[in-house]
Nanobody, 118 residues
Framework: QLQLVESGGGLVQAGGSLRLSCAAS????????MGWYRQAPGKEREWVAD???????GYADSVKGRFTISRDNAKNTVYLQMNSLKPEDTAVYYC????????????WGQGTQVTVSS
């Protein structure tokens, strides 16, 4: 059964750093885009960043210059390095990926909590 498993969330003070990981496992033919979203309490889920299998990257303006997305295609894993964290970055972070098994569909992880204290 295909699943995305996230790790790396936690509590950090403002200005600190965290690194999130998300590994895809199961019967995978290929993975196209992998990305991160977040949802703060009382707000809509919002896109944070994504990366294609070819390495093209996009960031939301709110995280540009502070967050770095990367992936290891051999490990079917995407990472999100978060630096200079702010209290407004507090949210549940979800990874998602477009995975072919063999037909493409979008899969979501279970979410990992990131809390930034001021």
């Amino acid at each position: 059964q295909l699943q995305l498993v996230e790790s790396g969330g936690g509590l950090v003070q403002a200005g600190g750093s965290l690194r999130l990981s998300c590994a895809a496992s199961g019967s995978i033919f290929s993975i196209n885009v992998m990305g991160w979203y977040r949802q703060a309490p009382g707000k809509e889920r919002e896109w944070v960043a994504d990366i294609t299998s070819g390495g093209s990257i996009g960031y939301a303006d709110s995280v540009k210059g502070r967050f770095t997305i990367s992936r290891d295609n051999a490990k079917n894993t995407v990472y999100l390095q978060m630096n200079s964290l702010k209290p407004e970055d507090t949210a549940v972070y979800y990874c998602n990926a477009d995975i072919a098994t063999p037909y493409y569909r979008t899969y979501w992880g279970q979410g990992t909590q990131v809390t930034v204290s001021s």
